[in-house]
């Protein structure tokens, strides 16, 4: 049998889980998620041990954006030897780098472990 003080509380925690169960519920209906960020400039995907387009032809102030997207594989974007170090991605599966061309020029890059993998991007 239930006495009256038992079933006092037994109300109270009732009504309190009832409370944050419909406070959590109006709060993640009134979350706006914010959108992805997407490049607004020319994109280099990297995926299938290839960056594509492999040669890319901006404008100077142009930000390029590589995104990697090759599964369990990392890469990198690294400055040919020679060239100037201005490419210097970290290492990465997924996600993006961007990098800003100010300076006219040609600027090669590869992917350090897959040196197999080169781009080009000319800046006029």
Not at 6 to 17: D, I
């Amino acid at each position: 049998m239930t006495t009256p003080s038992r079933t006092r509380t037994l109300t109270s925690v009732a009504a309190l889980s009832l409370t944050l169960a419909v406070t959590t519920l109006s709060g993640c209906a009134d979350q706006q998620t914010e959108p992805e960020t997407t490049a607004t400039g020319p994109v280099v995907e990297v995926a299938g041990m290839a960056f594509s387009p492999s040669t890319l032809t901006v404008e100077a102030g142009t930000t390029v954006t590589w995104e990697f997207n090759d599964g369990a594989v990392t890469h990198n974007v690294q400055s040919v030897d020679g060239e100037e170090s201005v490419l210097r991605s970290p290492w990465m599966k997924t996600g993006t780098y961007t990098f800003t061309f100010d300076e006219p020029g040609t600027y090669d890059y590869t992917c350090e472990l897959h040196p197999d993998m080169r781009g080009t991007i000319v800046v006029q």
